[in-house]
């Protein structure tokens, strides 16, 4: 049975996943809490989405979800443009819903709702913000989209556009670094639009193959944190 076990997963079908986070968005200019607001991207962010679209427009990709906020929404559309995909929009990729702290400064939240702040800093992953939701939230219905989504497109390149709060908590999924009994988690960064790269040949069987990556963009931000190998 080993041996048949083995072989299976050797012929199963190679799903690649791209996560990619937004481009900067005027809250992210700010230092804003974004949540489910409309900021919409920045200059800098439009620039930052057609670069990459630039650099995937000659990969063969089988779908293109997104987060249905505007900054996702906007940094998707490049992409959908040069390829001729649908967009699936959805609000199961959207941020953590920060409720009270929407809006406001990394100060203004520590000064008004010192509680919320700090449980959200920490990555108290069960704490519910005033208004708002808790990351085991984010992590349920961002989990349930993304499974749905790799049931659909086996076998496909599928790129999802998102948020660093989401970004972040399915590749802590993916990788098996958080269950029920998970209490605090690391911080796992993505500039605006770093790409989160996997390959996925069953729920036992995921590679990554970069964190983060933001190559494309150096000319453009400077910044150049990239991990390696193959779109």
Same mark, same amino acid.
């Given at each position: ?16 996943? @791209? ?31 057609? =670069? ?10 089988? %779908? ?7 900054? %996702? ?11 001729? @995909? ?30 919320? *702040?700090? %449980? ?8 519910? =913000?005033?208004?708002?939701?808790? *990351? ?9 989209? @993304? ?9 496909? #390149? ?10 972040? *908590? ?9 269950? #029920? ?6 911080? @796992? ?43």
């Amino acid at each position: 049975m080993a041996g048949t076990d083995t072989c299976f997963f050797c012929i199963m079908a190679v799903t690649r996943l @791209l996560l990619i986070r937004h481009g900067q968005s005027g809250g992210n200019v700010n230092g804003r809490f974004g949540g489910h607001s409309d900021t919409p991207l920045s200059e800098l962010g439009c620039r930052q989405a057609e =670069i990459t679209a630039d650099l995937l427009e000659s990969v063969k990709i089988g %779908a293109i979800y997104s987060s249905d906020l505007p900054r %996702a929404v906007q940094t998707a559309e490049p992409l959908v443009a040069r390829t001729g @995909l649908e967009l699936n929009k959805t609000s199961a990729f959207r941020e953590r819903n920060v409720g009270v702290l929407e809006g406001l400064t990394f100060e203004e939240s520590k000064e008004r709702y010192p509680d919320d *702040y700090y %449980a959200l800093v920490k990555r108290d992953v069960n704490h519910v =913000i005033t208004e708002g939701e808790s *990351y085991r939230e984010l992590l349920s219905r961002g989990t349930g989209a @993304l499974e749905e989504i790799l049931r659909t497109h086996m076998g496909k #390149r599928i790129v999802v556009f998102s948020h660093t709060g989401m970004i972040c *908590y399915l590749t802590l999924y993916l990788i098996g670094a958080i269950n #029920r009994n998970t209490r605090q988690t690391p911080w @796992l960064v993505t500039s605006n639009c770093g790409i989160n790269r996997f390959e996925i040949r069953g729920r036992r069987n995921i590679r990554v193959k970069a964190l983060n990556d933001t190559r494309h963009l150096i000319d453009t931000t400077g910044n150049n944190s990239f991990a390696g190998g193959k779109y």
